[in-house]
């Protein structure tokens, strides 16, 4: 079982930033994906970020390219997404996820966390 746990979320004005975390335990040593996904409102859950383990690999959706950015710390078993200039459009709910290989497909990851509330305001 791995545990998952978000934090980080809140209001925000357009063009502002804010860093989401998501803490992992349990037993995070078989998974190789990371992922951050997002569903706003009356939308389905999209793939925003990924990570592999050691970092050294990660996937973006087009749309926050150059302005997310996902890295992990290991040491605290922490995944981060990093957002700059958001937009009303990142407003949605945020969950971390771990998978055991890298991808962007949701039903390629099989434990989630409760999720974090992003609001940007315009």
């Known amino acids: 079982q791995v545990q998952l746990v978000e934090s980080g979320g809140g209001l925000v004005q357009a063009g502002g930033s804010l860093r989401l975390s998501c803490a992992a335990s349990?037993?995070?040593?078989?998974?190789?994906?990371w992922g951050w996904f997002r569903q706003a409102p009356g939308k389905e859950r999209e793939f925003v970020a990924a990570?592999?383990?050691?970092?050294?690999?990660?996937l973006y959706r087009d749309s926050v390219k150059g302005r997310f950015i996902i890295f992990r710390d290991n040491a605290k078993n922490t995944v981060y997404l990093q957002m700059n200039s958001l937009t009303p459009e990142d407003t949605a709910v945020y969950y971390c996820?771990?998978?055991?290989?890298?991808?962007?497909?949701?039903?390629?990851?099989?434990?989630w966390g409760q999720g974090t509330q992003v609001t940007v305001s315009s």
């Open positions: 349990g037993r995070t040593f078989n998974r190789n994906g």
């Open positions: 990570i592999g383990w050691s970092g050294g690999s990660t």
């Open positions: 996820a771990a998978a055991p290989t890298l991808g962007t497909a949701i039903n390629e990851y099989d434990y």
